[in-house]
């Protein structure tokens, strides 16, 4: 299930509201910015602190930006992506752009009205917890996904957990994507399994 991943997903129809119907993400773009600013605050001084289980990623494209004599390139707080570091993989190579890779993975949004936890939009893994036994991963075009989960593929090395924070910005903006309303902020937790060059085929399991 890639629904919510690949650019392009479908966009859903919401239902029509009524004067009887419960608003399941009310005021989301507020709170989504709300929760970014205040996600960020805190990340950045832990990461100042020196806790190297936390970290700020900059958009993979406006980190190969360069400066110029007349311009500095500027970062905002929605231009970065958070992670949590769970596990530390033993690979030594990170994906690039142009890769494909294998990865477990699982996305949910912020608590809503009825989803108290944060509704789970798309998974790799059939139920909520993740078994290492039964899991299949997903295989995948680094390319092919929005800029938050791309940028999170090509830092990470094989073996590597990470909860990984993407603001709206750097998934789907101001757009529905499946199950996905507009504004909507991303939590994923990653996996990776497997880097394949062009023209090098993935493994199965």
């Given at each position: 299930?890639?629904?919510?991943?690949?650019?392009?997903?479908?966009?859903?129809?919401?239902?029509?509201?009524?004067?009887?119907?419960?608003?399941e993400?009310?005021?989301?773009?507020?709170?989504?910015?709300?929760?970014?600013?205040?996600?960020y605050?805190?990340?950045?001084?832990?990461?100042?602190?020196?806790?190297?289980?936390?970290?700020?990623?900059?958009?993979?494209?406006?980190?190969?930006?360069?400066?110029?004599?007349?311009?500095?390139?500027?970062?905002?707080?929605?231009?970065?992506?958070?992670?949590?570091?769970?596990?530390?993989?033993?690979?030594?190579?990170?994906?690039?752009?142009?890769?494909?890779?294998?990865v477990?993975?699982?996305?949910?949004?912020?608590?809503?009205t009825?989803?108290?936890?944060?509704?789970?939009?798309?998974?790799?893994?059939?139920?909520?917890?993740?078994?290492?036994?039964?899991?299949?991963?997903?295989?995948?075009?680094?390319?092919?996904?929005?800029?938050?989960?791309s940028?999170?593929?090509?830092?990470?090395?094989?073996?590597?957990?990470?909860?990984?924070?993407?603001?709206?910005?750097?998934?789907?903006?101001?757009?529905?994507?499946?199950?996905?309303?507009?504004y909507?902020?991303?939590?994923?937790?990653?996996?990776?399994?497997?880097?394949?060059?062009?023209?090098?085929?993935?493994?199965?399991?």
């Amino acid at each position: 299930m890639l629904l919510a991943v690949v650019v392009g997903a479908m966009c859903f129809a919401a239902c029509s509201e009524t004067n009887s119907t419960v608003e399941e993400f009310p005021e989301w773009q507020s709170k989504n910015d709300t929760y970014w600013t205040n996600l960020y605050n805190a990340t950045k001084a832990k990461v100042d602190a020196g806790d190297t289980s936390w970290k700020l990623i900059p958009n993979y494209s406006k980190e190969k930006q360069a400066n110029t004599a007349t311009s500095a390139v500027t970062y905002k707080p929605e231009d970065y992506i958070i992670v949590h570091v769970k596990e530390t993989g033993t690979g030594a190579a990170m994906p690039l752009y142009t890769d494909s890779v294998r990865v477990h993975y699982q996305g949910c949004l912020l608590p809503s009205t009825t989803y108290t936890s944060g509704l789970i939009f798309d998974t790799s893994w059939g139920g909520e917890k993740f078994n290492e036994h039964t899991a299949r991963a997903a295989h995948m075009l680094v390319s092919s996904t929005v800029d938050g989960f791309s940028t999170a593929l090509q830092k990470m090395k094989v073996g590597d957990h990470w909860t990984v924070y993407m603001p709206y910005q750097l998934a789907y903006r101001g757009s529905e994507a499946g199950f996905v309303p507009a504004y909507s902020n991303l939590i994923f937790d990653l996996r990776l399994v497997e880097i394949a060059h062009p023209g090098t085929a993935l493994g199965n399991n």
